[in-house]
T-cell receptor, first 113, second 110 residues
Framework: GAGVSQTPSNKVTEKGKYVELRCDPI?????LYWYRQSLGQGPEFLIY????????DSGLPNDRFFAVRPEGSVSTLKIQRTERGDSAVYLC???????????FGQGTRLTVV | KQEVTQIPAALSVPEGENLVLNCSFT??????LQWFRQDPGKGLTSLLL?????REQTSGRLNASLDKSSGRSTLYIAASQPGDSATYLC?????????FGTGTSLTVIP
């Protein structure tokens, strides 16, 4: 596709449920990033992939959060036992390489009720 | 941990004015820096990237500069237009991740 695609655009889930958020990066981009943005704040880093491997997962807040990128393209962010504090917009970005320009998707707005 | 400050937090100007947005990092060891705009309820749109070997970048009415010694960057917008109204975010980092500021909310009044 022309840009980074994230699905779903909106997700409402009940506290304690499991959710998966999907990111389709720009074709050929090797680097992929996940960020989380709360209202009125700048995006906060979660995890970075270079190819298939998680090169830096230091931003994941706890072990309820996990992300995969099995074939080096599409990535899925997985959140177990969701909590109300997980409510935020989850943003995905991709770039041709580590130091190159990053392009963001439109985000998935997650609401935990 | 890298902290990023953007000043001012909000700015309202009449159409046609030139303006400067500021961004500063507590750790000046920034490999590259990128400026984004974000419209309400939308994702981030890349404006300019300043890579490690560069000091500034220009695109149309936008000019961004980076002073690595002080950890400061500025975004200059010339001849502002109502369509420039948005939140502007700066982000910098070592390459494997970006640290973002909280943004400057810009309103350009027709």
């Amino acid at each position: 596709g022309a840009g980074v695609s994230q699905t779903p655009s909106n997700k409402v889930t009940e506290k304690g449920k499991y959710v998966e958020l999907r990111c389709d990066p720009i074709s050929g981009h090797t680097a992929l990033y996940w960020y989380r943005q709360s209202l009125g704040q700048g995006p906060e880093f979660l995890i970075y992939f270079q190819g298939t491997g998680a090169a830096d997962d230091s931003g994941l807040p706890n072990d309820r959060f996990f992300a995969v990128r099995p074939e080096g393209s599409v990535s899925t962010l997985k959140i177990q036992r969701t909590e109300r504090g997980d409510s935020a917009v989850y943003l995905c970005a991709s770039s041709p390489g580590t130091a190159a320009e990053a392009f963001f998707g439109q985000g998935t707005r997650l609401t935990v009720v | 941990k890298q902290e990023v400050t953007q000043i001012p937090a909000a700015l309202s100007v009449p159409e046609g004015e030139n303006l400067v947005l500021n961004c500063s990092f507590t750790d000046s060891a920034i490999y590259n820096l990128q400026w984004f705009r974000q419209d309400p309820g939308k994702g981030l749109t890349s404006l300019l990237l300043i890579q490690s070997s560069q000091r500034e970048q220009t695109s149309g009415r936008l000019n961004a500069s980076l002073d690595k010694s002080s950890g400061r960057s500025t975004l200059y917008i010339a001849a502002s237009q109502p369509g420039d109204s948005a939140t502007y975010l700066c982000a910098g980092g070592p390459g494997n991740q970006f640290y973002f500021g909280t943004g400057t909310s810009l309103t350009v009044i027709p």
